[in-house]
Structure formats: C-alpha cells, structure tokens
C-alpha cells in the first residue's frame, strides 16, 4: 500500500493512503488530535491504576508514544496491546518527525529512542520499552481476529493480571472507508474485552457508530473534538450494572430457568 507523508494544521506530520483516499489522522493536526482524543479524553481520564490498553491501528505509532511519556510523567505502569494489519517500516516513521516534537516539548533525545523502540522491538510478545510502558504489538486483521487479552500467554505473574482491556483506542480508518472494521458484531466483542468502567474513544462521533456501542452495552458521552478539529468525539464507558440492575437479571434469568 503506497503512503506519502503530508503535514497537518498543527505542523505535524500524517500519512495518506492513495488508494484508500484516507490519512492516518486528521488533517487539522495530527498530534493535537492524538494528544486530545486518546491522552486527554482517554488514558488520563482512565481511574485504572495500571491501565491495560489495547489500540486498534497501531500505525506509525504515535498513541502509543504520547501513552508512553505520560505512563513516565505519572508513573502509572501501563501495558499496551496494539493491533496492526499492515505494520509500517521504522525508515517511514522515522521520517515523520513526530520525536521532533517530542524533543523539544521534552528537551531531550528520549522520545526518539523511544519511538524506535516502540518500532523495532518484536511482534507477538511483551517488551518492556521502558519501566512504565510494556508494549504488545500483534500483527493481524482485527476483524477475523479471536479476542486478544492483555496477558500474554507466557506471563509469569498471570494470577495478579485481569485479562480484560481498561481502555481501548479505537483509531481505525473511518467508518466510509473501511465499513468492516465498524460493525456491531466487532463492538459486542470489544464490549466483553472490557472491564467495569473501562473507557473506549474514537475520533469518530457519527451517529450510527454511537448507537451501535450503545447496543453493545456502553454509556456514550459526546465529547468536544480537539482544538481547531472536528466539532465532537466520542467516549464510551462500560458502567457496571447497579444491585437492583443486576437483581432483575437475576430475576429474569430464574423466572426463565
Ligand atoms: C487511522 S490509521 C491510525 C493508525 C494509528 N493509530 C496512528 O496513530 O498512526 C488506521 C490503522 O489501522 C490499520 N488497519 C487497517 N485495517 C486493519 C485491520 N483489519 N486490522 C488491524 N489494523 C488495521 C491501518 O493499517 C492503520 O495503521
């Protein structure tokens, strides 16, 4: 798949796929919409003590790199799953420049070793990138893909993991370009995935993808898109059922057993 790189609003750098007639973020800036979506809305949001995050489109990377500095700003120990179809080479991320950024809101060298890191390291199996920030890159189509669990199958420690997701960024192509990856079965599943108030975003607030989480079971909140961006995202939350809630199940289920 051909990918030629092209600067957005905010001066950051994005892909475009040619035949897909699609970029890899929004054009009215890339970092600030990745920053705002899935850092903001998302992880920081996230009461999770040590989140386990599972990213839909690990692409060039770069939700996985801010997830990264802030798991070290916070020193929250964050595990991430990302799931990725059609990975993409370091020399291609190299020449984004997103650490460029980074460097200087960081003032140093860091954030570019990291980002290598985060794209040279192997697939299918946990690496510790750095002592916050464990990364599971698996390389597959999500749509035909059975649920992946933040515990890898080798863990050593299994018994002291849950082996459901507590946040999911969900930043797949949009929903005209790429319908099968925005359906309803693929929504009950990551519902499932999820643990109690776990949290999903998406930069996608369309009206039929917010009724389909909501079938799936998530209380969906339209959110203020990033700053010069699009008007509205989305966050949806998996909120337990209350006692009486689960009472009536319970009733419901005995009356017709
Ligand atoms: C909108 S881009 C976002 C990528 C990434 N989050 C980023 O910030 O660069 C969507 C990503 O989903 C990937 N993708 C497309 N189809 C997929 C599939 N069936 N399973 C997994 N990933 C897929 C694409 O290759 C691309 O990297």
């Given at each position: 798949m051909e990918r030629i790189i092209e600067y957005t609003a905010d001066g950051s750098a994005t892909l475009f796929v040619p035949e897909l007639d699609e970029?890899?973020?929004s054009v009215k800036g890339a970092l600030t919409e990745s920053s705002h979506i899935?850092?903001?809305?998302g992880l920081k949001t996230?009461?999770?003590?040590?989140p386990r995050i599972l990213e839909i489109g690990f692409g060039t990377g770069l939700n996985a790199l801010l997830t990264l500095i802030e798991a070290e700003k916070s020193g929250r120990q964050v595990h991430y799953t990302g799931i990725e179809l059609y990975p993409l080479p370091w020399e291609t991320v190299e020449k984004l420049g997103y650490t460029n950024e980074e460097r200087r809101a960081t003032g140093d060298e860091q954030a570019a070793q990291w980002m290598k890191a985060l794209h040279t390291s192997p697939w299918g199996e946990d690496v510790?990138?750095?002592?916050?920030f464990t990364l599971r890159k698996i390389q597959g189509d999500f749509t035909s893909m059975e649920c992946p669990s933040p515990i890898a199958d080798h863990s050593p420690s299994i018994a002291d993991h849950s082996p459901l997701f507590s946040l999911i960024y969900f930043d797949a192509f949009a929903p005209e370009k790429q319908?099968?990856?925005?359906t309803q079965e693929l929504f009950d599943r990551l519902y499932v995935m999820m643990e109690k108030d776990g949290i999903l975003t998406t930069y996608c607030a369309k009206g039929v993808v917010r009724r389909m989480l909501q079938a799936a079971g998530f209380t969906v909140e339209r959110l203020p898109g990033p700053p010069g961006g699009k008007r509205e995202i989305l966050r949806a939350k998996k909120i337990p059922l209350t006692t009486e809630d689960t009472e009536d199940t319970e009733s419901i289920f005995s009356f017709i057993s």
């Open positions: 970029h890899y973020h899935f850092i903001d809305m996230s009461a999770a003590p040590s510790r990138i750095t002592p916050h319908p099968e990856m925005w």
